[in-house]
């Protein structure tokens, strides 16, 4: 097993931009100063006192040098080889905030047959990260199963695309994720579509937040992207092609569902606002 580095304190608590280590609890500062500077006092006393000289002589030299060698010696020493022990407090603060769990979206394609799904959750559990939240999407090939994990601090995406691989799983992807991801697109578009029926001009953005994706503008739109299913384009006759991008990220056809809806209701309530009011 490796050995962790000796100035593991340093490199976790010390400050980005200023290199500083953070103030230690005055009560480990004390008894770290104690502990390096009574061997170095009852040195100096012993010396001091077997000297002959007048009682004030002996008083200065005391008092010059147990002062110097605190200063230069004691507290610098103390600071350096006790050093895990000051910071200990805050670096197991530090590490329990490292280890805490972490939320992540992942995709992966999997076979369309019985125990595909139990698979991936044996492979994900031995990293002992939780399934949150699946939703299931029919692709070409298989199915398209889409995760929300709670995994381990300690685990990245490296461990989680090796697990979905051992699994079974093909073309996966992670990301990082929020609490936000807890809220099922179902939910939220059902939100957006309240936001479009009192304003049907707010399609563009609307959309672009349902998919978390960009707006190409139109004199992009036309450019010819890869066909990586990163870019989608929804046709409406009020706002003309309306183009969204996410890099790295497909769309898969239960979003684009889902945006090609709010666009009917959008230019539905737009043709009603156009008409006006029925006699």
């Known amino acids: 097993m490796n050995r962790p580095p000796r100035n593991a304190p340093a490199a976790?608590?010390?400050?980005?931009?200023?290199?500083?280590?953070?103030e230690p609890h005055k009560a480990r500062l004390t008894l770290a100063n104690v502990a390096a500077m009574l061997p170095i006092e009852l040195l100096v006393h012993a010396l001091v006192v077997e000297?002959?000289?007048?009682?004030?002589?002996?008083?200065l030299?005391?008092?010059?040098?147990?002062?110097?060698?605190?200063?230069?010696?004691?507290?610098?020493?103390?600071?350096?080889?006790l050093r895990s022990w000051l910071h200990a407090p805050a670096l197991r603060h530090r590490r329990r905030l490292?280890?805490?769990?972490?939320?992540?979206?992942?995709?992966?394609?999997?076979?369309?047959?019985?125990?595909?799904?139990?698979?991936?959750?044996?492979?994900?559990?031995?990293?002992?990260?939780?399934?949150?939240?699946?939703?299931?999407?029919?692709?070409?090939?298989?199915?398209?199963?889409?995760f929300v994990l709670s995994a381990p601090g300690t685990v990245g995406e490296r461990e989680l695309l090796a697990a979905l691989s051992d699994g079974?799983?093909?073309?996966?992807?992670?990301?990082p994720t929020t609490a936000l991801a807890m809220a099922?697109?179902?939910?939220?578009?059902?939100?957006?579509?309240?936001?479009i029926a009192a304003a049907p001009d707010e399609l563009p953005l609307a959309v672009a937040e349902l998919l978390h994706a960009g707006i190409v503008p139109p004199s992009d739109a036309g450019t010819k992207g890869s066909d990586d299913g990163t870019r989608l384009k929804i046709p409406t006759a009020w706002h003309g092609p309306i183009t969204f991008t996410r890099p790295g990220e497909?769309?898969?056809?239960?979003?684009?569902?889902?945006?090609?809806?709010?666009?009917?209701?959008?230019?539905?309530?737009?043709?009603?606002?156009?008409?006006?009011?029925?006699?």
């Open 98 to 146: 490292a280890a805490a769990p972490s939320l992540w979206r992942a995709r992966t394609l999997l076979r369309d047959q019985p125990g595909s799904l139990q698979r991936i959750t044996r492979a994900l559990a031995r990293l002992d990260a939780n399934i949150l939240g699946i939703h299931v999407h029919p692709a070409p090939g298989g199915v398209l199963d889409e």
């Open 168 to 175: 079974g799983g093909s073309h996966s992807h992670v990301w």
């Open 184 to 195: 099922d697109g179902q939910t939220r578009a059902l939100s957006l579509a309240a936001r």
């Open 61 to 81: 030299v005391l008092t010059l040098t147990a002062t110097v060698l605190v200063i230069w010696v004691a507290e610098p020493s103390a600071a350096r080889v």
């Open 250 to 279: 497909p769309f898969t056809p239960a979003e684009s569902a889902r945006a090609h809806r709010l666009a009917e209701l959008a230019e539905i309530l737009s043709h009603r606002r156009t008409e006006g009011p029925r006699a």
């Open 51 to 59: 000297a002959h000289l007048p009682y004030v002589a002996k008083v």
């Open 12 to 22: 976790e608590l010390s400050c980005e931009v200023c290199g500083r280590m953070p």
